[in-house]
């Protein structure tokens, strides 16, 4: 007998509470809510959504998993908190095609697959509204000798990544319900921090609401590589949906984790005085309530 209360009830009751309140809203993007099944036995359920969803040319922008997202102390270490929450993201693609790889290795973007993108949007947007939380960046696709369901969907080429408690008891994980040594063990509701799982909740629904009211991320993003210069030119096909205001350039260090200066802008072209040689650059669409879409990195332009 081994309950699953955080692993993984805490996850299908952020899922069920988040359909609970977005039910009450309409998106100009559809939202799909999924418990899988057969996650511990192979990821059947997930490998079956993720298969379909490619078949048949599914548009999805994003897959938020939340799995063990209730406790907030370790066995062993016995450190508690309640104020961090891990999001997990694949580097390199696992559905990396050649062209994918040569852009990559040109561009020295080991670090910005759309799942990082992802993750770093889920940072911004959950410690913007989200009090007393960190999300901590962990540029993993997921723990040792464990696995979740955004592998499935990273397998067949969709930005996924994996939200986790910061903090990991493994008394509580996969154990019969007993006492040993005087070690109570077992998944037990009375193991999970409720107060930390509805912030773990808050940030998925800031996140994804923002996400599902965004325009369409910009296409044909391009950063012009042509000449040497100390300015760095990028370039992307203007939208045509009504609600895009502008676009945000945003910039970082090659050595930064996330993303430091944005510049906004409402045309289709710009020319800053930062070199291309120093810091890495992406184009999100914002609306005029200032919804933005998940980044993009700019390919190689030889015009």
């Not at 192979?42 to 048949?56: D, F, M, P, T, V």
């Not at 009504?242 to 350039?249: A, C, D, E, V």
């Not at 005085?273 to 998940?294: E, R």
Request: charged share 25%; with cysteine.
């Amino acid at each position: 007998f081994a309950p699953g209360a955080d692993d993984d009830a805490s996850g299908v009751a952020v899922v069920m509470e988040l359909a609970n309140i977005l039910s009450k809203s309409k998106f100009p993007s559809t939202i799909l809510f999924v418990a899988f099944s057969g996650e511990e036995q192979g990821l059947y359920g997930s490998k079956h959504l993720s298969k379909k969803a490619r078949k048949e040319n599914w548009n999805i922008t994003a897959v938020f998993n939340n799995d063990m997202v209730g406790s907030n102390n370790t066995s062993g270490t016995n450190l508690i908190t309640n104020e961090k929450v891990r999001v997990f993201s694949e580097g390199v693609p696992a559905f990396e095609t050649k062209l994918m790889a040569k852009r990559r290795k040109y561009l020295s973007t080991e670090n910005d697959s759309k799942s990082r993108q992802l993750a770093r949007y889920i940072k911004e947007i959950g410690e913007k509204y989200v009090d007393q939380v960190e999300v901590q960046l962990i540029y993993r696709k997921d723990r040792f000798l464990r696995g979740g369901d955004h592998t499935s969907f990273n397998n067949e080429g969709f930005t996924a990544v994996r939200l986790c408690e910061i903090h990991e008891n493994y008394n509580h994980q996969h154990q019969d319900v007993r006492i040993e040594n005087g070690i109570e063990y077992g998944d037990l509701p009375k193991f999970v921090d409720f107060n930390y799982l509805a912030k773990i909740a808050q940030i998925n629904l800031s996140a994804l609401t923002n996400l599902a009211l965004a325009p369409e991320a910009p296409a044909n993003v391009r950063i012009d590589v042509s000449k040497l210069t100390n300015f760095s030119t990028l370039l992307w096909n203007k939208s045509t949906n009504i609600r895009t205001k502008g676009y945000n350039i945003l910039i970082r260090e090659t050595s930064s984790p996330t993303w430091q200066k944005k510049i906004f802008t409402k045309d289709s072209t710009i020319t800053i005085p930062y070199s291309k040689d120093n810091f890495l650059f992406a184009v999100q669409t914002i609306d005029g309530k200032g919804h933005t879409s998940l980044p993009v990195i700019p390919v190689p332009s030889f015009r």
